[in-house]
């Protein structure tokens, strides 16, 4: 199984700011014959179910806010949101569909503000 | 509108079993790869079961052998009947759709909470 690991496991980062969660795979995940590398971003508010953000490691889901971008490839990927809003606050996950299954996922960063 | 209606969640004692459903709306579940993800308490996300469009199934190390997942084509619902529960097995239980062929989760419920406790 591939193993997905977050960090930090939590970050504070003041209103306005640049926020940064990595994730590294313990394979690759870039499938070479596509040049695609099958990574995504999850971000879950308290009581809610997750919400798709990133996919294919860099793709942003129709409707998320362009402060969201994912960056990486192979094992090593990054989630920045440019200029942290209120409602950013969340814990995040990515999670990996290279080989499934089982889909696995990264512990999540949780996001406060500082 | 796409929407997923878990349902069937609740507190059962160890050892037991219980079932639950997923209604879908918006979309057909016999043509799409369907999942059971779940999520203990204060912890991250666990793939727990997926029934592929042809119907065949894949299930986590954790579960396998007493966790089975089915669809009803008629009538548009996902299943995932759970035996032999554990108190592990405590934790809010989300169906979600595969947006492809093996790839990530475009829409989910709003999960049904199992509490596995004597």
């Known amino acids: 199984d591939i193993v997905m690991t977050q960090s930090p496991d939590s970050l504070a980062v003041s209103l306005g700011e640049r926020a940064t969660i990595n994730c590294k795979s313990s394979q690759s995940v870039l499938y070479t014959s596509n040049n695609k590398d099958y990574l995504a971003w999850y971000q879950q508010k308290p009581g809610q179910p997750p919400k798709v953000l990133i996919y294919?490691?860099?793709t942003r889901e129709s409707g998320v806010p362009d402060r969201f971008s994912g960056s990486g490839s192979g094992t090593d990927f990054t989630l920045t949101i440019s200029s942290l809003q209120a409602e950013d606050v969340a814990v995040y996950y990515c999670q990996q569909y290279y080989s499934t299954p089982p889909y696995t996922f990264g512990q999540g960063t949780k996001l406060e503000i500082k | 509108e796409v929407q997923l209606v878990e349902s069937g969640g609740g507190l059962i004692q160890p050892g037991g079993s219980l079932r639950l459903s997923c209604a879908v709306s918006?979309?057909?579940?016999?043509?799409?790869?369907m999942n059971w993800v779940r999520q203990a308490p204060g912890k991250g996300l666990e793939w727990v079961s997926v029934?592929?469009?042809?119907?065949?199934?894949n299930y986590a190390e954790s579960v396998k052998g007493r966790f089975t997942i089915s669809r009803d084509n008629s009538k548009n619902t996902l299943y995932l009947q759970m035996n032999s529960l554990r108190a592990e097995d405590t934790a809010v239980y989300y169906c979600?759709?595969?947006?492809?062929?093996?790839?990530?989760?475009?829409?989910w419920g709003q999960g049904t909470l199992v509490t596995v406790s004597s």
């Open positions: 979600a759709r595969d947006h492809g062929l093996g790839e990530w989760f475009d829409y």
């Open positions: 029934i592929y469009s042809g119907g065949s199934t």
């Open positions: 918006g979309f057909s579940v016999s043509r799409n790869y």
């Open positions: 294919w490691a860099s």
